[in-house]
C-alpha cells in the first residue's frame, strides 16, 4: 500500500512523516532526495549550473541564489523542474524497490495534488494546522519574510481545498502527543483496510 502524505508549507508534515518512520512505516521524502541531488557531489549540481549559471558552488545548488531566479518564473521553474522530477522519480522508483515487501510505505510529497503526484497512491493523507499556527511556524524559519511566505501560499494549492481531496487528515495545530496518536490511530485504520 503506498501512501501520499501532503500539507501546505508549514503545516506539520515532516513532524507526522516522522512520527510514521517512528511507528516502523518507511518514508521517502521527496524534499530529502531533492538535497541529496543538489547538495554537494550531488547528480544534479553540473545540469542546474549549466542551466542557471552561478547558482552553485562547492556545497551543491545555493539555495539562496537559485530560489529567485525560477520563483515567479514559470519557464525557469519548468526547466528546473525538468531536471529534478525524473531523477526524483528514480529514486522513488529505488525506494520502491528496496521496500517491496513493507506492507505499506509512505511518500512525503510536498506538491502531491499539484503535481500530479496523486495518480501513484492508494491513500492520502493531508497534514494540516490551523492559519494561525501555520503563520507563525513559517514566519519563525531564518529569512523568511511575510512577502515570501504569500507567495510560497499562493503557488500551493489552498488547505481546504487539500482537506477535501484527503482520505485522512492529520491535526497539527494539537500537542505532539495528541499527533502522534492520530498518525497511530490512522496506520491502525489503514492496516485494517489491507485486511
Not at 512520527?19 to 531533492?34: K, L, N, R, S, T
Not at 506538491?111 to 503526484?117: S, V
Not at 494540516?128 to 513559517?138: C, G, M
Request: no cysteine; aromatic share 6%.
Amino acid at each position: 500500500m503506498i501512501i501520499g502524505l501532503t500539507g501546505s508549507i508549514g503545516m506539520g508534515k515532516s513532524t507526522v512523516a516522522q512520527m510514521f518512520v517512528d511507528e516502523g512505516v518507511p518514508v521517502f521524502d521527496a524534499d530529502a532526495a531533492v538535497h541529496v541531488l543538489q547538495g554537494p557531489g550531488g547528480a544534479l549540481v553540473e545540469e542546474i549550473e549549466a542551466l542557471f549559471p552561478g547558482t552553485t558552488d562547492k556545497k551543491g545548488v545555493n539555495r539562496q541564489i537559485l530560489g529567485p531566479a525560477v520563483f515567479g518564473n514559470p519557464d525557469a521553474l519548468q526547466k528546473l523542474e525538468a531536471v529534478i522530477h525524473p531523477a526524483v522519480g528514480k529514486m522513488r522508483g529505488e525506494f520502491l524497490k528496496k521496500h517491496q515487501n513493507a506492507p505499506m510505505i509512505l511518500f512525503d510529497i510536498p506538491l502531491l495534488f499539484e503535481k500530479t503526484g496523486a495518480n501513484g497512491v492508494d491513500f492520502i493523507i493531508v497534514a494540516s494546522a490551523s492559519e494561525q499556527d501555520q503563520q507563525k511556524r513559517v514566519l519563525a524559519r531564518p529569512s523568511m519574510t511575510v512577502n515570501k511566505f504569500e507567495k510560497i501560499k499562493s503557488l500551493q494549492m489552498p488547505d481546504d481545498e487539500k482537506r477535501k481531496r484527503a482520505d485522512f487528515i492529520i491535526n497539527t495545530s494539537q500537542s505532539l502527543e495528541e499527533t502522534r496518536q492520530e498518525v497511530k490511530n490512522t496506520i491502525e485504520k489503514l492496516k485494517a483496510s489491507l485486511a
